[in-house]
């Protein structure tokens, strides 16, 4: 019976101690993170529907307004060239072309299939316009369809000249009534209008073809303000338009654009529901769950009515993507069990969690904190060592760069991981280094044998009481940094040697040509001179002895040796040139050609030639070379010209280069890069003499000074040639 009554004393007891207020906390502590956790669960959930919606709507906009502002620049393309046609009495297919190369269709709109002009005609108008163009020398124009109508709009001019546009040409829009209707309607506005989808004339025959549209802007022979559409009507030139491919227009319009939404268009002018765009994702079969989300955004696209159906990824797609809040969820729940674990173990040691708070403040817990994930979170290696350098405690990073673990460095002595003997740790010195901070470079010995270079800091850290901690040492792994100093310094001294090589060898270089240049002048002369001297002698004292043939061949000698005298000479000048010194300085072409054109009339003064020099061209060059180009471009121009009636030369400024030009001669271009060649010629030496170095020296020239020079030419149409000099230095420009 004691027995009993013994264990129900202690029911009352076990129940009082549950019944704690500490204890209830615990609960009170669990029930409320439980109940946070799915609070912020829930609103995290709705909120992050909220935002995927918004960004949905923020898509849906920005992909409408780049559609909008795309179709607006294809309205700026055509109104430039109904500014072209208007204000010309009528355009060229080279100004046509010319219109459309100068905006880059092709680069920055390839939804454009071309740019087009079609002429307004009425069926009297129609023949007179024909013998027009054919007495222009466009040839014959036909019209397709054909047959009598009363009215006409053939495209006339249609670039870029693929096979699809070039077929088009003809065609006459007015007989197709989606077109018809558009273009009367730009009529009557006096603006831009679009067809509704149709089939271009370029896609005729092709099994599958985008959906496309047509985009006219008319043009008027009166360019003042038009107040009636009889007003329009009547002043009607034509049209110029712009074939366009819509889905090309779509995927440009959404390159850059990150499309987590998928869309289609429509074109439902009028009550209609004509599909011009589907996405890839929606119509590839597949039956896909009902989305999210759905939007629509209608625009107006010059007098077309268009309307962009946007759905988002289904519900169970976004959801699915997040993982992260199902992750948060978790650990909410884990650390809600955690944090009741922990108040209910904080509860049942009460008097011991009040005896150990009474003994550390809030300071020295916040500072401990920032020590301890300084150590656990640094990417330096970092230790604590006693006074006998034995480490204390070490970080991952240290343990990383020894190549062990972070247990296993605990109790060993630093000094013992490092390849040095002379290692102050080793040798006792570990005293004197904790009067302040200390850096140096050692070699340090991984677990697995491996020699690494370390750079250490140690600095004094005093410890707890009672604990020997002196000082904390950081090791940071500086091998890779060192080997690659130890590289640069390498390729540092290999690129030296090199330049010193080949310094050398153009040193050698330049000695071979002075040789060869002396040679030249002094070795190959004495037996030239001895050919024309002994064959001279040999024509004035045997030449009655010699029968016409003989004396015939001994004119060639004589001329030969002349000849091979003179081309000696110029091999010279081209060495003299790459030899002279360079002085450059602002030149005065104009004032050198003048000069260099009333010599060559004074020798020639037969000759009536027409020269232009423009006034004022100023070059940044040595005056000697400068003069030399100039008179061998000249006096190129000069010769080959010679057989011109009213022949003309021209010296001017292009931009940035110069220019010499004549009506001469002229070459093939096709051997436009033989021009520059030492003793490479064009024509024959009885047509033009020369020896073919002229242009070699205009060449050495500029590639002394920097510049550059390219021919053009046609036969029998002239040559240009054109050189740059380079520009001159900052210093001189700003004087």
């Not at 030492?678 to 002229?694: E, K, N, S, T, V």
Request: aromatic fraction near 8%; proline fraction near 5%; include cysteine.
């Amino acid at each position: 019976m004691r027995s009993d009554g013994a264990t129900g004393a202690m029911l009352p007891d076990q129940l009082k101690r549950l019944l704690r207020p500490s204890y209830a906390l615990a609960v009170v502590v669990l029930l409320l993170g439980l109940a946070a956790v799915f609070y912020y669960a829930y609103s995290r959930h709705e909120r992050e529907l909220r935002a995927t919606q918004a960004t949905f709507e923020g898509y849906a906009t920005e992909i409408t307004e780049r559609m909008r502002q795309q179709v607006t620049y294809y309205d700026l393309i055509l109104r430039g060239g109904v500014s072209l046609v208007a204000s010309l009495d009528w355009p060229t297919a080279e100004q046509w072309g010319d219109y459309y190369r100068s905006l880059r269709i092709d680069e920055q709109f390839p939804s454009i299939v071309g740019l087009g002009f079609a002429p307004y005609l009425t069926s009297g108008q129609l023949q007179e316009f024909q013998l027009q163009l054919r007495d222009r020398g466009e040839g014959l124009f036909v019209v397709r369809p054909s047959g009598i109508r009363r009215e006409y709009a053939p495209i006339l001019y249609l670039v870029p000249g693929t096979p699809g546009n070039r077929a088009a040409i003809g065609y006459d829009m007015y007989a197709e009534p989606l077109r018809q209707a558009a273009m009367r309607a730009a009529t009557d506005a006096g603006d831009t209008r679009m067809t509704a989808p149709v089939e271009l004339v370029e896609d005729t025959g092709l099994p599958r073809v985008q959906p496309s549209a047509l985009l006219y802007a008319p043009v008027y022979r009166s360019q003042l303000q038009l107040g009636s559409i009889a007003e329009r009507r009547d002043t009607l030139r034509g049209w110029v338009y712009a074939p366009i491919r819509l889905q090309t227009l779509v995927e440009i319009t959404t390159l850059t654009l990150q499309r987590p939404v998928r869309f289609r268009i429509r074109d439902v002018t009028g009550g209609g529901s004509a599909l011009l765009y589907v996405d890839p994702a929606m119509r590839d079969g597949k039956v896909h769950a009902p989305p999210a989300f759905t939007t629509t955004r209608d625009i107006q696209v010059y007098g077309r009515h268009w309307r962009l159906e946007f759905e988002s990824r289904p519900l169970a797609e976004i959801e699915a993507g997040a993982a992260d809040l199902r992750a948060t969820v978790l650990v909410g729940l884990v650390c809600a069990l955690l944090l009741f674990g922990l108040v209910l173990a904080l509860a049942m040691t009460e008097a011991r969690a009040d005896a150990l708070a009474s003994r550390m403040s809030e300071s020295y817990r916040r500072s401990e904190q920032r020590f301890r994930r300084t150590m656990e979170y640094s990417a330096i290696g970092k230790a604590l060592l006693d006074s006998h350098g034995i480490i204390v405690e070490a970080n991952p990073s240290l343990a990383r760069i020894l190549g062990t673990t972070q247990d296993a460095l605990v109790g060993q002595a630093l000094g013992e991981q490092f390849a040095d003997a002379d290692d102050p740790l080793r040798t006792g010195q570990m005293q004197s280094m904790q009067d302040g901070v200390h850096r140096i470079t050692k070699r340090l010995r991984r677990g697995d044998g491996e020699v690494r270079h370390a750079q250490l800091t140690f600095a004094p850290v005093p410890g707890e009481v009672g604990q020997d901690v002196v000082g904390l040492v950081q090791v940071e792994d500086v091998t890779e940094r060192l080997r690659a100093e130890a590289q640069v310094r390498a390729l540092n001294r290999t690129l030296e040697t090199r330049v010193a090589v080949r310094t050398r060898e153009l040193i050698h270089a330049n000695e071979e040509l002075e040789s060869f240049a002396y040679s030249v002048s002094h070795d190959l002369r004495a037996p030239l001179r001895s050919i024309e001297g002994f064959s001279r002698l040999l024509r004035e004292r045997y030449g009655e002895a010699l029968d016409e043939t003989g004396r015939a061949y001994l004119d060639r000698v004589r001329n030969a040796s002349s000849r091979m005298d003179e081309l000696i000479d110029a091999i010279l000048k081209v060495s003299r040139i790459g030899r002279s010194e360079l002085n450059p300085r602002a030149t005065d072409l104009s004032r050198l050609a003048e000069e260099i054109v009333s010599e060559l009339r004074e020798q020639d003064p037969a000759r009536q030639v027409e020269v232009g020099i423009e006034p004022g061209l100023v070059a940044w060059a040595d005056p000697a070379l400068a003069r030399n180009l100039l008179q061998n471009l000249l006096d190129n121009a000069w010769k080959f010209t010679a057989a011109t009636t009213a022949a003309r030369i021209r010296l001017y400024r292009d931009d940035h280069s110069f220019v010499v030009e004549d009506n001469g001669a002229g070459f093939d271009p096709n051997y436009a890069n033989k021009l520059f060649r030492p003793f490479q010629r064009l024509h024959a030496q009885q047509d033009f003499a020369g020896h073919g170095i002229g242009l070699a020296t205009v060449r050495r020239v500029l590639e002394r000074h920097g510049g550059s020079i390219r021919a053009e030419g046609k036969p029998g149409e002239g040559a240009r040639f054109v050189f740059v000099f380079p520009e001159p230095p900052a210093e001189e420009s700003a004087s």
